[in-house]
């Protein structure tokens, strides 16, 4: 049989209680959630993912995919694992993120929560890469350790769409 597609809202919004209000907006129209950590200014992961609502997917993203993280990737990472070890479903790492890095932090999020599903992300919003590109990059996200790829990208015609639809088959 085949799978259905799936809802997820993204939540980009600067105050915690704020985004937990959200959630409980959202839950019975979205299979997921996309909370932006690097949006939060009083973030506090115990509370925020403490009774949610629906599925969570934990992103932290840098100015460079459209985010507002000033510190390093090995302060992502550690963020990132605190989401894990405090009930995110999927945790979002980007394909930015330096290798070695990246391999590390799934290492720890999986000890700490070993059911977790892991997304690596890349994000090209200018155009949509080659089908060569794309390829790499998918190869390298499933090298990294993903259970699920994400492209993000920005077609310019409908055979930029078609590309990537083919690609994911």
Not at 11 to 26: E, F, G, N, S, Y
Not at 43 to 62: I, R
Request: charged residues 30%; contains cysteine.
């Amino acid at each position: 049989f085949q799978k259905m597609p799936k809802i997820c809202v993204p939540i980009q919004l600067r105050r915690q209680k704020d985004v937990k209000k959200r959630l409980v907006q959202v839950a019975e129209k979205a299979d997921f959630a996309e909370i932006w950590l690097d949006q939060i200014q009083d973030l506090e992961l115990s509370t925020l993912l403490a009774d949610k609502s629906l599925p969570v997917v934990a992103v932290c993203k840098k100015p460079v995919e459209q985010g507002v993280y000033k510190g390093t990737y090995v302060q992502m990472a550690d963020v990132l694992v605190e989401a894990a070890k405090n009930g995110a479903d999927y945790i979002d790492i980007p394909l930015r993120m330096p290798e070695k890095l990246s391999k590390k932090c799934i290492q720890k999020i999986r000890k700490v929560a070993p059911k977790i599903r892991i997304i690596i992300s890349y994000h090209h919003f200018s155009s949509t890469p080659s089908d060569a590109d794309l390829l790499k990059k998918i190869r390298s996200m499933q090298k990294r350790g993903a259970d699920v790829v994400k492209l993000a990208l920005m077609p310019k015609a409908l055979s930029d769409t078609v590309r990537v639809i083919a690609l994911a088959q």
